[in-house]
């Protein structure tokens, strides 16, 4: 598959459904994924997310200053703007365009996600902060129910202190296996 097609794929945990067309995905870290734990609110999900850290997978591979960008469409489905730059932070910038449907009866964590055509992926927000003064969760943990992906997202670039060892600890209490983390290069704040 040629580098362009393969970064179509480049989805935090986006396009998980057709992830075997560009690898294999790695190990399981987690076997008892659980439910997410809170509901989710639309509105307070939305915007721009930077990925804090994740497990590696073959559509993402390198990717650095990775984001997520989440607005309402016209069509009352959700558009996913996913961004990243190649190998490094001073890398080539590489921007994938998707959309996401919310799962009926999920409470709004449940979500499916889609980069080609019908072939839809699971977004599984695991957890979330509390709102901010902006009406916007400040954190999120999001998975999918195989165990072998895992994202964790910030509003902010470089999180402070308290919110790194929030996201480890919940990641742990989760059933997640810490030691498969890849954190992600973000630019200075």
Known sequence: MKPKHAFALLTLPLALASAACVGTPGPVGNTAVP????????????GKWYEYGRYEAPFQKGCEGVTAEYSLRDDDKIKVVNSCYEGSLDGEFK???GKAK?????????????????FYGDY??????PEGADGLYDWSIVGEPSGRYLWMLTREAQPDTATRTLLER????????????????????
Do not use: N
Request: charge should be negative.
């Open 170 to 189: 919940r990641v742990k209490e989760l059933g997640y296996d810490w030691g498969l983390v890849l954190l992600t290069q973000q630019p200075a704040s």
């Open 35 to 46: 439910e997410p734990a809170k509901p989710v609110a639309l509105d307070a999900y939305l």
């Open 95 to 97: 921007q994938s365009t």
């Open 124 to 129: 599984w927000v695991l957890d979330r902060g």
């Open 102 to 118: 919310i799962v009926e009866d999920s409470a709004g964590a449940k979500l499916k996600v889609s980069f080609f055509g019908p």
